[in-house]
Each structure stands twice: as C-alpha cells, then as structure tokens.
C-alpha cells in the first residue's frame, strides 16, 4: 500500500493551478449557420425584400428565432414592440406567443405598418392579434396599461434605450422579459474607444440592466446583439 506524506500532499496544493480551457473564437461560418439554423419561410422572406425597399434594417433570422423562443417560454399572451419595421420581427412574435396573444407594435412610420400588415395577413394573422400604433414610442408607451405585458421588445430609436428600460420596467408583469436589439452596436460596443452617442448610451444601457435589483440579465450574441432581462418577483409583486 502507497500513501503520500503530507508535505507532498502541502506542495501539491500550492501549485496546483485550474486548467482554464482557451475559449475558440466563433468564425463567420459559425455564426452565419447558427443564424440560419431555424429557416424563415417565404412570408418572411417577403417581408425582408419590402425591408429592402423601403431602407428598414430588420432584425436577423438569428434574433427573430430568439424572439420566439422567449415569446414561447414566457406563453406570452401580450407584448409590446418598439419598431415596428415591415414586420420580420412581430411575425416572429406572434409565432411564438399563445394563440390568443395580441401584439402592440409601435413605430413613427405608417408606411412601414401598412407593408407590416401586409405581411401579417400573408401569414394568415387574424387582424385582432395585432395592433398597430403610429407615434414615438415615448409619447405612446406612457398610455399603456401597468404590469400588463409579458414582454417588451425594444428596437426604436437607440438614443431613447434608457427611457425604453424605464417604460418597460412598469409595463411588464413580474416574470416579464424585455430584450433590446443591437446591443452590440456593430462591434462599436465593446471597443472602450468609440464614443459616439449611441454607442455610449446602448453601452450604458447594459450596465444598467446588469446592475438593476429587479433584473436578472444575460447578453446573447446573436445578430448584432441581443440584451435579455427578466423582471424578478419582488415581495410587493
């Protein structure tokens, strides 16, 4: 029978180190097959070439699968989305929600939701699922009811993300998810030396979110970077 003395058993200790496996970075190819892994079907892809022409940037394939999930994980029976676009991204929504769910979209453009529509009758969306509001989202958002929702997606103006945490944090049920797009401002986000206003406002807004005693936060690098927070129960909710 072997046994060690236990001043080997001291030296072992101190200098043993964790071996910390060297994390491999994601290549283009990578990223582009998960973003493509959940197919968009062809009311989808119509809705991106009305995008195009009208010069909307929509959300990717990558953070629409990712919107439904959390729109399927919650059994979202009501959420809000900031931007509506030509639809990509509520289409995702809706697909993920209940049956009965109702969507509120608001964007500054009308034109933009009348090719939404378009889009959500091609899909065979029953019209009451899904209610359109033109105007800012910060002169909307205060008319709508507290503690209502299940989920804010936010995709508008990216100067106003602050005011848009704010707004959802009294909009969204305990339990609820509020996610914001571009969270990683085309790679502007981590880099400390770009500055510019968007960048410093969406950098800010993370530490925000990552910070807050009512939120439980994660950072998903899907798209161009997508900004997930659950509204924690609290003893008073």
Request: aromatic share 6%; charged share 25%.
């Amino acid at each position: 029978m072997s046994y060690r003395r236990p001043d080997a058993l001291r030296r072992s200790a101190r200098t043993w180190r964790p071996t910390i496996a060297a994390l491999t970075p994601i290549t283009s190819q990578s990223w582009t097959y998960a973003e493509e892994f959940v197919a968009e079907d062809e009311v989808l892809a119509a809705a991106r070439g009305r995008a195009e022409e009208v010069g909307v940037v929509p959300v990717g394939s990558g953070v629409g699968a990712t919107l439904r999930f959390l729109a399927a994980c919650t059994e979202a029976r009501a959420v809000v989305e900031i931007g509506t676009g030509t639809g990509i991204s509520g289409l995702w929504l809706l697909r993920g929600m209940r049956a009965d769910g109702v969507l509120t979209s608001v964007d500054t453009e009308a034109e933009h939701q009348r090719l939404a529509k378009q889009g959500f009758a091609e899909a065979g969306i029953p019209a009451n699922r899904v209610r359109l509001i033109a105007g800012a989202a910060l002169d909307v958002l205060p008319r709508l009811t507290d503690g209502h929702y299940d989920l804010v997606f936010c995709d508008g103006d990216k100067r106003e993300y602050a005011d848009y945490l704010t707004e959802a944090l009294r909009l969204l049920r305990p339990g609820g998810l509020v996610a914001f797009d571009n969270a990683l401002w085309h790679d502007r986000v981590a880099d400390p030396a770009q500055r510019d206003e968007e960048t410093v406002t969406i950098r800010e807004l993370g530490r925000l979110v990552r910070d807050h005693d009512d939120l439980l936060p994660v950072l998903l690098p899907v798209g161009d970077g997508l900004l997930v927070a659950k509204k924690v129960w609290t003893p008073e909710g």
